[in-house]
């Protein structure tokens, strides 16, 4: 057994209003510069729909992630050979039309503009060339709320029938907020030919070393996520870096710090990594229970020994023992992998969504035969799109965790209602009493230090004096080239 | 006086060049160390371009190479006609390949308004250089023939008297103009590497064909890593 912590962030899809703070608090503090401006670490998607970069779940065109070749894991894209083949020309990297062309507003000409017959306006002008454009063509939530529907929604590959979006009785939409997964299994690790993506040994956050990066490309495609970017300015590659700096001293990204539904989570999981690729190896369909299997539970005598011999902290061992991921994602079963079947393993979990609770628009008004809340197959989310998208296709993973949110809800509003609340409804989804009063408090009343629970970093344990008069974090020298 | 200055102050001032200020620009500012890929920004005509120079000059150059490092070698194996005259084909070939490549790309920097924000004076001086130094390597194989056979007699004896600090001026003062040129162009690409986005051909990246796919790093010695 070799126990490993990881950070590990989980969304509750049902509390995402889709309100874009937790992408800009992210861009104000780390992509608002030359050559970032493209860049979205956190960003938040409507689903359907095809995200961002355009089509990022296509692995058809990117060619990201791993596929397991019978008892081997190797990179979709390409191997070694390949890559050396591959430098000059990068085949699978998303260009910028993949993204969208950053642009800004000429502000300064609602100022300056000569006296005229017309109002002056702001004319719009691209932040890399700096030219007027004539069209703004895109941009990072370009899809938002089914804008253009046809056009994009249409486009999921997630969507068994698209007819479902076409009918305002069947059409449903929710948001899929994403920041890099820190992947126990990382594509872009594996991909880089210099070796300059890491994953941390203390907290297994991926990071790139922008003084080891010669900006060969190959890590933007081969994260099935899209989640590495390629800095136009300084030539070098960047990803979301889960806030260190932040996380180091027990404070909360500032995604999730900003998150106004408090749809976040951040805690520990250990994990046993001797067991991942083995895991990674499962068909499609089992990888959530593979996922499951390797985390470990942090009470168990002979896990927290086999921590301890890693160097795992004591105040790590007690935030993974309190980790409100460890409650969401193993314990009560309720939090899945992004697209699992891209065989990183991502460590970024996500609680699917149950409302708004609606039947298709036939069924809305027979909601009293079901009780309080529709059939399952009636909801409006399909189990099906669901299952695409968080459960490598398989449903019954999906049913058993709408199951349970249900029966929470019924179990709390009979509470709530005093009204005499009906354990039964709990056991038969396989929750509990005990489960259902910690789940109800993490998904409604918990606090800051109840939702986030980060161990600092035990720097003071590491050599300190190795340290004395060196600097901290961060780019003392200007990258890129001119100026 | 040209000879001098091309066959000896040109080719010092070069490697001194190389030799101090790339461990310089390495040890202060690393963030500046990368290919500078465009790619991202305009992919179409860069197919055309870049594939065709790397493929053509990296086999170029290392023929040149491999005639500086191990000469006896190289005249053993040319010494068969057949060889010579293959040789000889393949790599007036893979010179127009990168001739055109490099055609292809200078344009490319004009034309792509896209390109405006991350093109540099020295992206020009460096293509126009280069372009220049695989026309007239062209020139060369294609009018001065069996140049494979006699460089290894004259500019690799040349070559290393100028490693042994005693520069044999003579082996090279009789020949045209356009070979001197061809030289002297070598010497000035080596003179700019260090200063330039050339730099990335400094980092082979071979160490990671034996590498396990994953790499982790650990801050603390005492954690066992892998």
Redesign the interface.
Known sequence: MDVRAQLVMVFNLDKCIGCHACSISCKNIWTDRKGAEYMWWNNVETKPGIGYPKKWEDQKIFKGGWVADGRNLRLRAMGKGGTLLSMFFQPNMPKLEDYYEPFDFDYSNLYGAKEGNDQPVAEVFSQISGEKMAEIKGGPNWDDDLSGSQLYAAEDINLDDKKIIEEYGTMFMQYLPRICNHCLNPACVASCPSRAIYKRGEDGVVLVDQNVCKGWRFCTSACPYKKVYFNWNSGKAEKCIFCFPRTETGQCNACAHSCVGRIRYVGVLLYDAEKVEQALLKPDDQLVEAHRAVILDPRDESVRAAARKNGVSEQWLEAADKSPVYALVKEFGLALPLHPEFRTMPMAYYIPSLSPVLSTLDDTHELAEHGTFPALEKLRAPIGYLANLLAGGNREVVTSVLAKLIALRGYMRDKNLNQPADESILTSAGLDEAAADRLYRLFTIGGYHERNIIPPQQREEQEPHTRKGASGFGILKKPGRGK | MLNTFIFIVLPYVALALLIFVTPYRYM??????????????E?KT??WG??P???GIIPVLAGHLAGIIAPGTMKSFLANRDTLVLLESVGLGLGLFALFGCLVLLPRRINS??????T?A?DYILLILLALQAASGVYIATFMRWGSQWYLHTAVPYLWSLAALNPRVDYMADFPLILKLHAAGAFLIVALLPFT?LV?LL?L?I???K?P????????P????E
């Open positions: 202060t500012n690393r963030l500046t160390w990368s290919a500078y890929s465009t790619q991202f920004l992919r860069l197919f870049i594939n120079w790397h493929y308004p896209i390109l405006k924000r991350v540099f020295s986005k990335h980092f990246p160490g990671f064909l590498d796919p994953l790499l982790y790093r650990w801050r603390s005492v954690v066992k890593g």
